[in-house]
């Protein structure tokens, strides 16, 4: 199987095509534009790297060459930024999107497993989140990804693609050193002895996913024809005065400080996911606790900085 993954040097990526190339059976040529995630992430797993954006529809075009099937992670997913700039937002994730599925129905590749988002889909709901919610999205952001997902809909109805949109939950674990996201911005602050900054009161609930079980969840959908949206996470709804708790507990004896600050606009105060429909359409079952992930998480920051600090 030939695979394309879009964003394959971030921190999804790394760790899918990690997961893929553990079958020698699976062919993997990467498609990223290096402005987060680098080359050199891969480490020296056997890939095809193409450098390009997914604004460019030429560069998709001859990246599609001979693909099987398309895992679309590329994106631009930060929320407060989208806030700051939606135009940018669409440009890359909506109008990407449309030119990544343009280039598909032009080259006949028909399986892409698009990652979409839940919480800022569905935007404020009493949780746990499903399919079958009416969306509301709070940001720019959701709104794009939304906007995916509903392009997606229509080129499988119109032109016959078979795309599935995984909604990913809060997603951590190693190879996340460049992430903005919560468990990577709170141990690398510990790591440089600052204050964690928790915007609201610490009350608001997410859905926490470790990758390698996300990465589990892609796979099933690559060797599947499901179509549609899919909720992909724990099930769990954990606090983020939990959150900290437990890591606490993994970064020991490192002091933890926190710093509370006023929520922010655009952010959903509370959410996690029902997973019965991916458990039952592609037998996901993340097996993960997270107080056991994020200690993975932490021993792999660690190796990073003595890897950083050695002669």
Known sequence: MRVLITGGCGFVGANLVARLAADERTQIRVFDNESLGKREHLGSVPVEFICGDLRDRTALDAALADVDVVVHLAADTRVIDSIAEPRFNFE?????????????????VVRLVNASTGGAIIGKAEG????????????????????????????????????VSLRFSNIFGPRSFHKGSVVAAFFKRILRG?????????TQVRDYLFVADLSEGIVKSINCDVVGSIQLGSGAPTTLNVLLDHIKQVVAPHKVKVQFDDFRAGEIHSTYCDIAKARAQLGFDPSTPLLQGLAATWSWFLDQRRAAESP
């Open 128 to 163: 746990p989140v499903n399919e079958k919610m009416a969306p509301a999205p709070l940001s720019p952001y959701g709104a794009s990804k939304l906007c995916v997902e509903g392009y997606c809909s229509a080129y499988a109805e119109s032109y016959g693609l078979k795309p």
């Open 194 to 202: 600052e204050p964690l900054v928790v915007y609201g009161d610490g």
């Open 92 to 108: 890359v994730n909506a109008v990407g999107s449309l030119n990544l599925l343009e280039a598909m129905r032009a080259r006949g």
